[in-house]
């Protein structure tokens, strides 16, 4: 794992990424683009906070975790961008591809604790256990109700944790469980 990390700050270097397609695509209902835009700019004056409270809880679900000050000022770097030349909409866009772009989103890292050696079991924290849950559970990031019980230390606890997982188990989601079981293991 502390090999696979050291590689992956390799990609923090990545200056550039070309997506291509869909082709003839049909344009998606709106409601995914709800739930990104979660505040429109009522001014000139409101774009900045609202961008930033748009892409700092796009960030939060797609990095599966908390994100720093660090992270949320890379991102309106794209936005700022994106802003100038196509407006709020076209800033956000640009952003929301910058976090999809980034290694922290395509790849999932759990590194090993620097105090305990290698081989020795231990336990994982848990924005990483709502990470395992979520992706075993949905094959996706975990939602923002899992994301928050983990933020504040509560999944740990197996009261806490048993009640989420059968919350995730009452979701329509967790047919991509049986589904992705049945395609990879069974090549169905």
Known sequence: MRLFQTELEHYEKIEGLTITGPYAAVRPDAAPGRRILTCRPTSQGDERSCATTILSAFARRA???Q???DDVQRVLAFY???RKTGGFDAGIEMAVWRILASPQ???RVESDPATVAPGIAYRVSD???ASRL???LWSSIPDDQ???VAA???LNNPIVLEREVRRMLEDPRATALVQNFARQWLSL
């Open 127 to 129: 924005l990483e256990l």
């Open 80 to 82: 700022d961008e994106g």
């Open 67 to 69: 994100v720093t000050d």
């Open 152 to 154: 504040r230390g509560e």
């Open 134 to 136: 979520s992706f075993f």
């Open 63 to 65: 990095y599966r975790g």
């Open 146 to 148: 899992l994301l928050t």
């Open 105 to 107: 989103f395509i790849f």
